[in-house]
């Protein structure tokens, strides 16, 4: 079970999107790193590829951030938060904010 998983508001907390908050697009393989939307935005120079019809030029792109650079965002405060693993009476493993118990997952 991972701490930050795909769809979860994050914050980001260091780098030079630092303080900027969006949703995760999606976790790589690894699970160390992942893809937060419209941040940590790289340019790409792409050659085209006139047979399957994509011009080229620079493209600018989401470039993958460190899960240890992200926090969760609680709801309740609006600030970023840490997450941590509990389990429920009917033997669930679920995920709760360290700051206030609340369970992140229903």
Same mark, same amino acid.
């Given at each position: ?6 769809? /979860? !508001? ?17 976790v ?23 047979d399957?019809g994509?011009?080229?030029g ?10 240890s ?21 009917? /033997? ?5 904010? !360290? ?8």
């Amino acid at each position: 079970m991972r701490r930050i998983r795909k769809g /979860d !508001k994050v914050m980001i907390m260091a780098g030079r999107d630092r303080g900027k908050d969006g949703v995760v697009r999606r976790v790589l393989d690894d699970g160390m790193k992942l893809i937060v939307e419209n941040a940590n935005m790289v340019k790409r120079h792409r050659k085209p590829r006139p047979d399957l019809g994509e011009p080229g030029g620079m493209i600018e792109q989401e470039a993958p951030l460190h899960v240890s650079n992200v926090a969760l965002i609680n709801p309740s405060t609006g600030k970023a938060d840490r997450v941590g693993f509990k389990m429920l009476g009917d /033997d669930r493993k679920v995920r709760y904010y !360290k700051s206030n118990g609340e369970v992140v997952d229903n």
